[in-house]
């Protein structure tokens, strides 16, 4: 399994981390199969499998559930959990004990919060103050959908271009072992990556960080909607039906199951 220390010397050597999202034991697995650097047990599971609005109803519960899941899937893969809405805003002793039970009972390496204001990067701290490692998310974070007006790209204009800059270089300071740009100018995302120590994870983020991370269900496909940023490397949403509308037809016909799908009694001797 890869660490925190393995990730640095991928980004000294300019070689590139690939990290996908999983939200259970089959997708686990297949993305150990395929040997991907790093596994996400993201808030985004909300959306994509639990049919939420978006990841603001993802309780710690759901992703502890989820990542236990992943974790049996993906023994030997390194996994970073989400920190969901609500689990490191109010103090710090709650961010401690949110984090500690992403550990201890979803088994997985380390988490993500999103944000670089000052109370995030107390929370940083906090976390590494438990001997967490903390991946720190920055651009457009979704848990602040409703302060953003919608899933719009983050840093177009010059003070928030350096707003998010600075925020870059404090998450690194504080502690963080990564960062996940989403949402940026690709510009924004080459200067903190060119900046900043610790390796970048981008998503919507250009070409530039040193590494990028899609959906599992965005790239296999089988999404309702991919952004521009995404890339399906599948169609799993026009094979899943076909596969699923033949079985119908198959027994409403009769032709399953056949012969070859049936037991049958062994004659005793």
Known sequence: MLNINSFKKMKKNEEKIV???????????????????????????????LGYENTLQVTLDDII???????????????????????????????????????????????????????????????????IPVVAHLGLTPQSINKFGGYKVQGKTQTKYNKILAEAIKVAEAGAFMLVLEGVPEGLAKEISETIKIPTIGIGAGRYTDGQVLVYHDLLGCSDYIAKFGKAYADLNTIIPQALNQFNQEVKSGEFPSQEHIYFPVEEK
Request: proline share 3%; aromatic share 6%; glycine share 8%.
């Open 19 to 49: 990290m996908v999202t999983a939200y259970d034991y089959p997708s686990g697995k297949l993305v150990e199969k395929a040997n991907m650097d790093m596994i996400l047990v993201g808030d985004s599971v909300g959306m994509v499998v």
């Open 65 to 131: 559930h989820h990542a236990k899941a992943v974790r049996r899937g993906a023994p030997a893969t390194f996994i970073v959990a989400d920190m969901p809405y609500m689990s490191y805003h109010l103090n710090l002793e709650e961010t401690k004990k949110n984090a500690a039970r992403l550990i201890t009972e979803g088994r997985v390496n380390a988490v993500k919060l999103e944000g670089g204001s000052d109370s995030r990067i107390e929370a940083i701290k906090a976390i590494l103050d438990c001997e």
